[in-house]
C-alpha cells in the first residue's frame, strides 16, 4: 500500500538542470520526512537532502547546498528536487524516502522506513 514513486531522471549534460519528483501515497504524507538518497555504482548510498512538513525547512549534505534544492506540494503529496549545474559526479541512483520523525529530519539511510525504486541520473562531460 505504502508507495513512493520517483520520475525525472534522465541523462543531461554536465552544466545542466533536472527536477526530480517523488510521489507519495499509502500513509499520511502530513506525518512524516521525506529524503532524497543518492547511489552511485560502487559506492554507498547517501543523504542528499530531506523535508518536513513540521517546518518546512529543507536539509541538505554540504556537498549539495548551492546547487540543490528540495520543496514540498502537501496538496499533491509530492516533494521535489531541483539540481542545478550537475556534473559526472552527480551520476547516481536517485532515491526518495520516507520515515515518521521525532524531530529535525535526517540524512542517515537507518532512520527510513519507506524506499522508492529510484530514478536514474546520467551526468556526461
Known amino acids: 500500500e505504502v508507495q513512493l514513486v520517483e520520475s525525472g531522471g534522465g541523462l543531461v549534460q554536465a552544466g545542466g538542470s533536472l527536477r526530480l519528483s517523488c510521489a507519495a501515497s499509502?500513509?499520511?504524507?502530513?506525518?512524516?520526512?521525506i529524503g532524497w538518497f543518492r547511489q552511485a555504482p560502487g559506492k554507498e548510498r547517501e543523504g542528499v537532502s530531506c523535508i518536513s512538513n513540521s517546518d518546512g525547512i529543507g536539509y541538505y549534505a554540504d556537498s549539495m547546498k548551492a546547487r540543490f534544492t528540495i520543496s514540498i506540494d502537501n496538496a499533491r503529496s509530492t516533494v521535489y528536487l531541483q539540481m542545478n549545474s550537475l556534473n559526472p559526479e552527480d551520476t547516481a541512483v536517485y532515491y526518495c524516502?520516507?520515515?515518521?520523525?521525532?524531530?529535525?529530519?535526517?540524512?542517515?539511510?537507518?532512520?527510513?522506513?519507506?524506499w522508492g525504486q529510484g530514478t536514474q541520473v546520467t551526468v556526461s562531460s
Open positions: 524516502a520516507a520515515y515518521s520523525p521525532l524531530g529535525q529530519c535526517g540524512l542517515e539511510v537507518y532512520e527510513y522506513d519507506y
Open positions: 499509502g500513509f499520511n504524507f502530513d506525518d512524516y520526512v
